[in-house]
């Protein structure tokens, strides 16, 4: 897991600790402001020809690919570099947005897609780095550090949720739309909304309503401005990370060879093999909470303008796990936590299959909301601090592996999106959330059995040492 050795004392990062994470933090939720507002709008703002669904699979594709390639990319332009990089690319794509022709909103899609790999990937760095020097300095378990440092993040990530998308529903507001056009019923059930909805009806059965084109301008430049606030917080605040490159890496082809190669042989692990199965869960959880239930749950039955409202509320049931559920898990276990939040995302999906959409549904699917966003995420933030406890010595590779798994996972739930209907797709997070509880009992008793042969292990150096000791001693007497 962690040597003592893990960070070098006296590093840049000793004092420092709890203040790096916050000043990370409090970038990423300038930065993610506009980012995630965008996104949990494009499946309504461009829903022509599927564009805002196209530009979201471009980002998702090209964050696969960036993913595998970050280590070596974090070794030659280290992890605040990345940073800084991945903030310029938010702020191009939040102004593609402003005019979001097809060429230029893809090319920024792909833009941020390729630099999402480093910048979570360093993220993750950021964040374990932190709590091993802090561990050291204040001789606390290592293990305990990871969930509060992690929470800690998570917690604060939810604020851009809250942010961007209030801040979208205010300025939407403003606007004058036309009624929403669907099929319904006498008793008031909006026929195509909801798990009724299929891509091909959202062009010839429902009409979602636009807002107007200046309102939206104005909303797009206010996230490009939230952008640039970020990147000159990261230039000027955020601390670099101390730089621990050996001597046998002599060229910068063979450490990018090296790191590459140390990303691969981690997915063969039997522990990452056991653990990706939930890492997919949450990729489909979360790019579900971007296409889905903006536009089937809530544009089609009750507007655009309450997009931004339903997504705060997630945001805020985010923030709110991220902070508690770690401090449960501490106190009464990480697998009990872990295993209720899987049993919880499943029931949550149960409602959004049952949940009829009528005209004064609105409260109903935000209570369905409001349960998701509380199970959504503490998971995601156990889930970082279990691999930081896994690798902590291999920190690169894990964070890397975990980024190309979700991004993956996203790219494909997204394209299938495209494809199927909401029926169908809730039908496959049901089969997910299934392999994901059996998987993840597997990988926490083969941890279980790994922690107990390491102390086993520990207790026999232990002995023979002893032994030496008293056989060096028996001779000194007999002398």
Known sequence: MCSPNCLKPGSNLSGKERQTVIT?????????????AIQNLQSTLNNESGRGVISLS???????????????????????????????????YAASNIYPVFWTL?????????????LWTSQGMYISQCAISFSQTKNVPVKEIFGKFHGLFYFSFAF??????????????????????????????????????CPEMSITQVSLEEPDPLIVKILMAAFTTLSIIGLLLCVFLLPPLPITVTSSQKSICIKMISSSCSCLVVNIEIAMILYIPSVVLFSFVESFSWIDIP??????????????????????????????????????GRKYVM???????????????????????????MGIIAVQ???????????????????????????????????????????????????????????????????????????????????????????TINVELRGAEDSSDTK
């Not at 990423?28 to 980012?35: A, D, E, I, M, T």
């Not at 949940?355 to 609105?362: A, H, Y």
């Open 24 to 36: 990370l933090s409090i970038i990423f939720v300038v930065v993610f402001s506009g980012f995630i």
């Open 58 to 92: 471009v980002v998702y594709g090209c964050f696969v690919f960036s993913s595998f390639f970050a280590p070596p990319f974090i070794r030659v332009l280290t992890a605040k570099g990345c940073l800084i990089i991945c903030c310029v690319s938010h702020v191009v």
């Open 106 to 118: 893809l090319s920024a899609s792909a833009f941020v897609g390729l630099t999402s790999g480093p």
């Open 160 to 197: 851009p949720r809250v942010l961007g998308n209030s801040l979208s529903s205010i300025i939407l507001m403003q606007g004058h739309y036309n009624e929403t056009t669907t099929n319904s019923s006498e008793s008031g059930e909006i026929m195509t909304c909801g798990v009724e909805l």
């Open 295 to 332: 536009k089937a749950y809530i544009s089609c039955p009750f507007g655009v303008e309450f997009v931004g409202f339903s997504m705060a509320l997630k945001g805020v049931m985010n923030g709110i796990s991220s902070f508690l559920l770690p401090r449960l898990a501490n106190l009464i």
């Open 339 to 365: 295993t209720s939040l899987i049993i919880g995302i499943t029931a949550s999906y149960v409602g959004f299959l049952v949940w009829t959409p009528t005209d004064d549904g609105l409260p109903q699917i």
């Open 373 to 463: 966003g509380l199970f959504e995420g503490g998971f995601y933030t156990l889930l970082a601090a279990l691999l930081s406890f896994m690798y902590a010595k291999k920190t690169e590779a894990a964070f890397a592996s975990l980024t190309t798994w979700k991004a993956l996972g996203n790219t494909v739930n997204i394209g299938l999106a495209y494809y199927l209907c909401e029926r169908s797709r809730l039908y496959i997070m049901f089969a997910l959330c299934t392999l994901s509880i059996i998987s993840y009992v597997a990988l926490e008793i083969h941890l279980q059995k790994k922690t107990k042969l390491t102390e086993v292990d520990y207790e026999e150096e232990n002995e």
